[in-house]
């Protein structure tokens, strides 16, 4: 019986501590983010005429907005930079998309990397490889198919590319798209997301998203270069550990990537969240305690232990604890979206409440499922440590191996 107290009052303990410790991370997210994100990008003459920029884009199929997106890195208020479109398939759609670009501004410097050279399993370091290799600036930066950028985007994060800076990136946001899922998409980055993202920053823990990276080519030559990522699912997290451990340290955009993706359905979010869990468990153990980072469970738990301390009472703490957190998340919402939020009060919260709701069922699938993932019409099993290996089913595998088999 005294041990069952014991546990209790630890546990209890464990409660109030995760308490101060959550809105501890709200204050920071919040405070950042109003602070610092956001601001508008001024020259800085010494880098903007010095230090020249390659920019890789990988890209793969037709999204509705990729001529859009595509188009605003050619139109981009930066003195030296080349953009070099890297597509691994011949008959890849966007390749149009790419030469219609390429034609309407011919003083953009500016290439097709046709081809990809297969360096490891991962697929989006694979259709670099011939981008990355003919890149001809010290500064790489590397962009998702899907992000939509400003005039002054480069000049941002050029900006924050220091002596001592190795990499700079930026926060992941979504754009305003119509439909309930990219709602619900716009609700997630800009507050569990953010919150998480912008605390990890503040503490100088290596939480990198690669939508969005600038980087120096030196730091990942010393490293063994792109391809010595290619093993990794998560190869983003993997590079910045990689300059992190060369005594490099990261700065953060105060411009958002913004996701533009033209496609969005409740499904999508749903597997590309639980793809993105899983990826977390099997590259950072620390992972498997994220679920107490949710505003229901860790509602739940500091509701308990106030209970058990104080004597409140747990329903009635439990929903003013939600509801606080919820108008915190509004406030880190608005702050991330730059001003006033375009969807409605109703609709944020019926998002909200959807979101929080589905964050511990992904878990425990992400969790309890198979270390498998499907990523671009690919199969793929993840090991500890980040590394994976596509899985092929007999007629691939067959035909794969007829293709390599020896003449």
């Given at each position: 019986?005294a041990f069952?107290?014991?546990?209790?009052?630890?546990?209890s303990?464990?409660?109030?501590i995760?308490?101060c410790?959550m809105?501890w991370l709200?204050?920071i997210?919040i405070?950042y983010?109003?602070w610092?994100?956001h601001?508008?990008?001024k020259?800085?003459?010494s880098l903007r005429y010095?230090?020249g920029v390659?920019?890789?884009?990988?890209?793969?199929g037709?999204?509705p907005?990729l001529a859009?997106n595509?188009?605003?890195?050619f139109?981009?208020?930066?003195?030296?930079?080349?953009?070099?479109?890297?597509?691994?398939?011949a008959?890849?759609?966007a390749?149009?998309?790419?030469?219609?670009?390429?034609?309407?501004y011919?003083n953009?410097?500016?290439k097709?990397?046709?081809?990809?050279r297969?360096v490891?399993?991962?697929?989006k370091?694979?259709?670099?490889m011939?981008?990355y290799e003919?890149?001809?600036?010290n500064l790489?930066?590397i962009c998702?198919?899907?992000?939509?950028v400003k005039?002054?985007?480069l000049?941002?994060l050029?900006?924050?590319?220091?002596d001592k800076?190795?990499?700079?990136?930026?926060?992941?946001?979504a754009?305003d798209r119509?439909?309930?899922a990219?709602?619900l998409?716009?609700?997630y980055?800009g507050?569990?997301?953010?919150?998480?993202?912008?605390s990890?920053h503040v503490m100088?823990?290596?939480?990198?998203?690669?939508?969005?990276c600038l980087m120096?080519?030196?730091?990942?030559?010393?490293?063994g270069?792109?391809?010595?990522?290619a093993?990794y699912?998560?190869?983003?997290y993997?590079?910045a550990?990689a300059?992190?451990s060369?005594g490099?340290?990261m700065a953060?955009?105060?411009?958002?990537?913004?996701q533009n993706c033209?496609s969005?359905s409740?499904?999508?979010f749903q597997?590309?969240?639980t793809?993105?869990t899983k990826?977390?468990i099997?590259t950072?153990?620390t992972?498997?305690?994220e679920?107490?980072?949710?505003?229901f469970?860790?509602s739940l738990?500091?509701a308990?232990?106030a209970?058990?301390?104080f004597?409140?009472n747990i329903t009635?703490?439990?929903v003013c604890?939600?509801?606080?957190?919820f108008?915190?998340d509004?406030i880190?919402?608005?702050?991330?979206h730059?001003?006033v939020v375009?969807?409605?009060?109703?609709?944020?919260?019926?998002a909200?409440?959807?979101?929080?709701s589905?964050a511990m069922?992904?878990?425990?699938?992400?969790?309890?499922?198979?270390?498998?993932?499907?990523w671009?019409?690919?199969?793929?099993h993840?090991?500890?440590g980040?590394?994976?290996e596509e899985v092929?089913d007999v007629r691939?595998r067959?035909?794969?191996?007829a293709a390599w088999?020896?003449?």
């Open positions: 019986m069952l107290e014991l546990a209790q009052h630890g546990l303990i464990v409660g109030i995760l308490f410790i809105w709200h204050l997210s405070i983010v109003r610092y994100m601001r508008r990008a020259q800085n003459l010095c230090e390659s920019l890789l884009k990988p890209l793969k037709i999204d907005n859009s595509l188009e605003t890195f139109t981009l208020d930066y003195e030296q930079y080349e953009v070099l479109l890297c597509v691994q398939d008959d890849d759609p390749i149009e998309v790419c030469k219609t670009l390429l034609e309407k011919p953009v410097d500016a097709l990397c046709m081809g990809g297969k490891g399993m991962n697929p370091i694979n259709n670099m011939p981008g003919a890149a001809k600036y790489i930066w998702d198919s899907r992000i939509r005039a002054d985007t000049t941002d050029t900006n924050h590319m220091t800076v190795g990499m700079v990136h930026g926060l992941p946001y754009a119509e439909g309930f990219a709602t998409e716009q609700v980055f507050t569990c997301f953010t919150r998480l993202f912008i990890a100088g823990i290596a939480c990198v998203a690669g939508m969005s120096r080519k030196e730091i990942l030559d010393q490293a270069g792109l391809e010595a990522f093993q699912m998560g190869e983003d993997i590079m550990k300059i992190a060369r490099w340290k953060l955009a105060t411009q958002v990537a913004v033209g969005c409740f499904t999508q597997s590309r969240m793809r993105w990826i977390r099997n950072i153990p992972t498997v305690v679920p107490m980072s949710d505003c469970v860790a738990i500091i308990w232990a209970h058990n301390v004597m409140w009635v703490f439990f604890h939600c509801l606080a957190w108008i915190a509004y880190q919402l608005s702050g991330v730059g001003g375009c969807i409605s009060k109703r609709k944020y919260a019926v909200w409440f959807i979101r929080e589905l069922p992904i878990f425990l699938l992400a969790l309890c499922g198979r270390a498998t993932i499907t671009r019409e690919a199969r793929y993840l090991y500890c980040g590394t994976a092929l691939e067959d035909k794969r191996g088999a020896p003449v």
